[in-house]
């Protein structure tokens, strides 16, 4: 009978045991999967990151394109009303000197 009984606690001693360890093996794999996640979670936050900087990136291009075509376009438009002021200036002038010519005589 201590035989049977000895052999019942050994066999509680080793399912303790056993338990421990597999505690041991589930929180060891849970901080394995933990980092592993984490590491995913990093990696994709990473990856947004950049996404966004490239995203950023090529916006500032567009508008330092634009910038420069609305830059062009604004010389252009400046040298043109430049241009009809002179025009007209010149039109002008020549009105009135015709006008003094036909009032006065030359």
Not at 25 to 32: E, N, P, S
Not at 58 to 87: C, I
């Amino acid at each position: 009978m201590k035989e049977a009984l000895d052999r019942i606690h050994q066999a509680e001693l080793d399912n303790e045991k056993k338990r421990q360890e597999t505690i041991a093996k589930v929180k060891d794999y849970q901080v394995r999967k933990d980092l592993e996640i984490q590491a995913f979670v990093d990696e994709l936050k990473n990856k947004r990151v950049q996404q966004i900087k490239d995203e950023e990136q090529k916006e500032q291009s567009q508008l330092e394109q634009e910038k420069t075509l609305l830059l062009k376009e604004s010389e252009q438009m400046k040298k043109m009303y430049h241009q009809q002021y002179e025009d007209r200036h010149e039109r002008i002038v020549r009105e009135i000197l015709e006008r003094v010519k036909q009032t006065y005589g030359s």
